[in-house]
């Protein structure tokens, strides 16, 4: 049986310590949901952890503030201590949303945003929301702190550029605009404790003329990345809303998904699934009745 040590240090010095010690050879413990499955999925895994850090008390990265428009989310923040945030409530409705239909309530008290972002999962909830608000994280090492755009932090499924000596401190982004309309809608295998099947964000700014200024689509579950769909989002742009519009620019990001996916196995299901979720998305985000 493989053996590691595990270790909680008790301040961030003592993590960025830790983590120059080891050299690649430590991996950060914060929930806990997604490292445990991984370990038991795969001993190879583990041949060459050495020590896992727990991180999961460190109050430091627990904080959740709003600053000048700024909100900014500590990386161990679990997702219920998100959906009870009231800052995050009223300003990143969609983001809550998102949280609040992550597995279950064990699940949401100990997973946390930054173990979600650190996974790196296509199918991940939070993710979609955080792409559309062009969210930025704060990375931490010995050597100081970087900012990096998620949508540049995320390579590839499941693969990040982190540096084997950093961790995600937080993740912040702008409060959104009261005149903007979004909306997250999912659709699990099951209710309870599923992992996205597919999900989708949609942020949509009008003028005063009605007509969209600002458009973010972001299919969850759909790409190898989690990526704005920018073809789609331009067909709505400078013009008005409206049910048969929002149906051309599903079928748009269906389109783009097989573009960058190739045809697979789940392709018959996620081609429609996800032109519709676009679709309802959308008409929820501009207040366009769902049957047209
Ligand atoms: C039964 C079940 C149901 C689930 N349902 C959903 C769902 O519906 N939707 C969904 O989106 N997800 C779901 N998940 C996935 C999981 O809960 C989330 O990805 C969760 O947020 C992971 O957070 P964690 O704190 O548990 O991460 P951990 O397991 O602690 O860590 C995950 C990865 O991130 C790294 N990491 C952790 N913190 C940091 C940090 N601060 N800096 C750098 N790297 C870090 C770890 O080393 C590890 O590689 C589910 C998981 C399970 C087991």
Request: net charge neutral; glycine share 8%.
């Amino acid at each position: 049986m493989i053996r590691f040590d595990y270790i909680k240090p008790a301040s961030l010095e003592e993590c960025q310590e830790l983590l120059n010690h080891y050299q690649g050879k430590a991996r950060l413990f914060a929930g806990g949901t997604d490292l445990m499955v991984e370990f038991r999925a795969d001993d190879k895994k583990l041949k060459d952890v050495e020590v896992v850090l727990d991180i999961s008390n460190l109050s430091e990265l627990k904080i959740i503030k709003l600053d000048e428009e700024v909100i900014s989310i500590g990386s161990c923040a679990t997702f219920t201590e998100i959906i009870g945030n009231q800052g995050l409530i009223k300003y990143a409705p969609f983001f809550v949303e998102a949280c609040r239909t992550v597995g279950s309530p064990q699940i949401r008290n100990t997973g946390t945003i930054g173990g979600s972002i650190g996974t790196a999962s296509p199918a991940s909830d939070p993710g979609p929301p955080l792409v559309a608000m062009n969210s930025i994280l704060t990375l931490l090492s010995s050597a100081g702190e970087r900012e990096v755009l998620l949508s540049d932090f995320i390579v590839g499924a499941y693969k990040t550029i982190i540096k084997s000596n950093e961790l995600i401190k937080s993740i912040k982004f702008k409060t959104l605009k009261p005149e903007a309309g979004f909306s997250f809608v999912k659709l699990g295998r099951r209710k309870a404790l599923a992992i996205a099947r597919m999900n989708v964000a949609a942020y949509v700014e009008t003028g005063e003329d009605g007509t969209a200024k600002d458009v973010r689509i972001v299919p969850g579950s759909a790409t190898p990345i989690t990526i704005r769909i920018t073809e789609a989002e331009n067909m709505l742009l400078g013009k008005t809303p409206s049910y048969e519009l929002h149906e051309a620019v599903g079928k748009k990001v269906s389109e783009k998904m097989i573009e960058i996916t190739g045809t697979r196995w789940s392709t018959p299901y996620k081609e429609p699934v996800i032109a519709s979720l676009v679709k309802r998305a959308l008409n929820q985000a501009t207040g366009v009745k769902e049957n047209g």
